[in-house]
């Protein structure tokens, strides 16, 4: 099984960066799972951001999000990455990172969730 944390959130201003980290501490190899991001904003349903296969080598980042988010992972330190550039008010959400055996987008195919981490973007 996975354990999941994420960290790195906070408040940032429209323009600016921020980059979440997801450190796995339970039993499995987290280089066996698929991880991805997901958003969830006040009143809006949980929204996909990025997925990145467990050796990295295959990702898939949301279209309109392109160019601007880049998931990535490493290994051997347990942790999977989003780096958010040029943030804007819309980022505003909570952000989750999760893992799955599944080759999906949707939320309920991935078995393992940590807790969210707040981003907050002011314009």
């Known amino acids: 099984q996975l354990h999941l944390v994420e960290s790195g959130g906070g408040l940032a201003q429209a323009g600016g960066s921020l980059r979440l980290s997801c450190t796995n501490s339970?039993?499995?190899?987290?280089?066996?799972?698929?991880m991805a991001w997901f958003r969830q904003a006040p009143g809006k349903q949980r929204e996909f951001v990025a997925r990145?296969?467990?050796?990295?080598?295959?990702?898939d980042v949301k279209g309109v999000l392109k160019g601007r988010f880049t998931i990535s992972r490493d290994n051997p330190e347990n942790t999977a990455y989003l780096e958010m550039n040029n943030l804007k008010p819309e980022d505003t959400a909570v952000y989750y990172c999760a893992g799955t055996f599944h080759v999906s987008r949707a939320a309920e195919e991935y078995d393992y969730w940590g807790q969210g981490t707040q981003v907050t973007v002011s314009s």
């Open positions: 990145i296969s467990g050796n990295g080598g295959i990702i």
């Open positions: 339970g039993r499995a190899l987290m280089e066996d799972y698929i």
